[in-house]
């Protein structure tokens, strides 16, 4: 359901003329969920790029307090920084910690994407 509704706020926004484009997403200003066109939640491990990988490391932003050093440079790369930040975000929600974002990962963060505060 929220993945429809952000649907809407984006083909909205786009009606409205108020989406500018970037060669690269940026992190959510606070109090603003992550919002990619892409609704894909594949699995995503070390090594993975691409789009899916910006909306996890921006989920992972708004989920994680950024005064922990757990912040991310959203890049679209599953490098080591996003692997700590996933094993801490775990971690937080009392999940399988095993650096893997499958589907229970995706959950929990899609829920702190929307909360107001952090998970961690």
């Not at 491990?45 to 950024?66: F, M, Y």
């Not at 920084?81 to 990962?105: M, S």
Request: hydrophobic share 40%; charged share 15%.
């Amino acid at each position: 359901m929220r993945k429809i509704i952000t649907g809407l706020a984006v083909a909205g926004l786009v009606l409205a003329g108020g989406v500018s484009t970037a060669t690269t997403a940026s992190a959510a200003s606070a109090g603003q969920p992550c919002s990619y066109l892409s609704t894909a939640e594949p699995l995503l491990r070390a090594g993975a790029t691409g789009d899916a990988v910006r909306a996890l490391q921006c989920e992972l932003n708004r989920s994680i307090d950024p005064d922990s050093g757990y912040g991310l440079s959203i890049d679209g790369v599953f490098g080591q920084a996003t692997l700590r930040a996933v094993y801490r975000f775990q971690q937080c929600v009392n999940i399988q910690v095993d650096g893997e974002v499958g589907p229970q990962t995706w959950s929990k963060l899609d829920y702190w994407n929307v909360q107001p505060g952090y998970a961690c």
